[in-house]
T-cell receptor, first 111, second 112 residues
Framework: QKEVEQNSGPLSVPEGAIASLNCTYSDRGSQSFFWYRQYSGKSPELIMF????GDKEDGRFTAQLNKASQYVSLLIRDSQPSDSATYLCAPLGTGFQKLVFGTGTRLLVSP | DTAVSQTPKYLVTQMGNDKSIKCEQNLGHDTMYWYKQDSKKFLKIMFS???????INETVPNRFSPKSPDKAHLNLHINSLELGDSAVYFC???????????FGNGTRLTVT
């Protein structure tokens, strides 16, 4: 079983729609969860983090966490073509400070 | 102001050579990392240093040797380069526990 699983996509949504990106993880001890966005040829950039069960909203982004189900998701409302990128889920592993990245979901937002 | 900077941005070299990648952060962070992103875009941790001390050493060939002269710098030296070493190497830093990583712009290494 992979430590972090994401659907590689591409996930195609029309402009203005809600994009839903999902992630499951295997380390039950993970307490912190980060979402990174990576444009092609660029470095990953942090867009959201969440520590507690439930929802956390920041602008057009909402992160959702369910530790019992070992599931974390990212919703992007009013998707824009500029949101087209790969989204990486990264739980913080137990023990040492180690982010374990999923393989990422490629999102395509069409005008 | 560049927060995490890596040099060089591109590195093309032949098999068997030895090369180094340098990384510096001006964020005042205590922890620095090297990650490798392969052709399938999978981002995998290689090493982590906290205040110049090695704290994470994943299953990486011992041809790879990190060095941290101070907590603002973390360099990566690679001996006897192989074709499979071709990837993008990212340096990152973080303030500490539960803190997000800040990535450098990456070094694209191509071994021919």
């Amino acid at each position: 079983q992979k430590e972090v699983e994401q659907n590689s996509g591409p996930l195609s949504v029309p402009e203005g729609a809600i994009a839903s990106l999902n992630c499951t993880y295997s380390d039950r001890g993970s307490q912190s969860f980060f979402w990174y966005r990576q444009y092609s040829g660029k470095s990953p950039e942090l867009i959201m983090f969440i520590y507690s069960n439930g929802d956390k909203e920041d602008g057009r982004f909402t992160a959702q966490l369910n530790k019992a189900s070992q599931y974390v998701s990212l919703l992007i409302r009013d998707s824009q073509p500029s949101d087209s990128a790969t989204y990486l889920c990264a739980p913080l592993g137990t023990g040492f400070q180690k982010l374990v990245f999923g393989t990422g979901t490629r999102l395509l937002v069409s005008p | 102001d560049t927060a995490v900077s890596q040099t060089p941005k591109y590195l093309v070299t032949q098999m068997g050579n030895d090369k180094s990648i340098k990384c510096e952060q001006n964020l005042g962070h205590d922890t620095m990392y090297w990650y490798k992103q392969d052709s399938k875009k999978f981002l995998k941790i290689m090493f982590s240093y906290n205040n110049k001390e090695l704290i994470i050493n994943e299953t990486v060939p011992n041809r790879f040797s990190p060095k941290s002269p101070d907590k603002a710098h973390l360099n990566l030296h690679i001996n006897s380069l192989e074709l499979g070493d071709s990837a993008v190497y990212f340096c990152a830093s973080s303030r500490g526990y539960n803190s997000p990583l800040h990535f450098g712009n990456g070094t694209r290494l191509t071994v021919t």
